[in-house]
C-alpha cells in the first residue's frame, strides 16, 4: 500500500483522479497576493510558511493523511490525495508538501507530483472569481470527494 499525492490547479485542467480531493481556493491564504511570493512556488520555505501559517491548515493535512492511512489500512489498496488551489503553485503544494512531511514521518511509503508547479501565473481575475462549483451565496466550502469524481454511491452508511 502506498499514498500518492498530487497538487494542481484547477485553472490548468481537470481535477486529477484521486480517492480524496481538497479544494483549498477558498480555505487557505493565498500567497498570489503577497507580491513577495507571487512567482514563487508551495516549494519555497516563505511560501510554505505563509501558507501554513493559515488557521486550520496544520489540522486539514493531517487528518487528510489520517484518513488516507486509514483508507489504505482498511481496504489494501493504495490511495491517492489530490490538494486543489487556483493555479497549482502555491497553496496546494504547501498542503502535498506538509501531507508528504507527516507520511514520512510515519515510516509510510509515498509519492508526490506538483502537476502545474512548473505552468505560468494566472491573471490576478482568476484569483478574484468565485469558484464555478460554488452555491449561491455561500463563501467558504470545502469539497472530499470520496469516489475519485467516478460519481458512483459513497461506501456503506455514508449516502
Not at 486550520?56 to 484518513?67: E, H, M, Y
Not at 481496504?75 to 490538494?83: N, R
Request: glycine share 12%.
Amino acid at each position: 500500500m502506498s499514498i500518492h499525492l498530487v497538487s494542481f490547479g484547477y485553472g490548468h485542467g481537470p481535477t486529477p483522479t484521486a480517492d480524496l480531493v481538497f479544494d483549498l481556493r477558498a480555505l487557505l491564504r493565498n500567497p498570489f497576493h503577497n507580491p513577495e511570493l507571487k512567482h514563487r512556488t508551495g516549494l519555497d520555505q516563505e511560501v510554505y510558511d505563509h501558507v501554513m501559517a493559515t488557521p486550520g491548515a496544520d489540522r486539514l493535512a493531517f487528518n487528510a493523511v489520517a484518513t488516507a492511512r486509514g483508507l489504505a489500512e482498511d481496504t489494501g489498496a493504495d490511495v491517492t490525495i489530490a490538494w486543489g488551489c487556483t493555479g497549482g503553485r502555491h497553496r496546494s503544494v504547501g498542503l502535498a508538501r506538509a501531507s508528504y512531511e507527516l507520511l514520512c514521518a510515519a515510516g509510510d511509503e509515498v509519492t508526490i507530483e506538483h502537476r502545474d508547479i512548473d505552468q505560468a501565473l494566472l491573471p490576478a481575475g482568476i484569483h478574484n472569481r468565485a469558484r464555478h462549483t460554488d452555491p449561491p451565496n455561500q463563501t467558504d466550502m470545502f469539497m472530499v470527494d470520496l469516489d475519485g469524481g467516478r460519481g458512483g454511491p459513497l461506501p456503506g452508511d455514508m449516502v
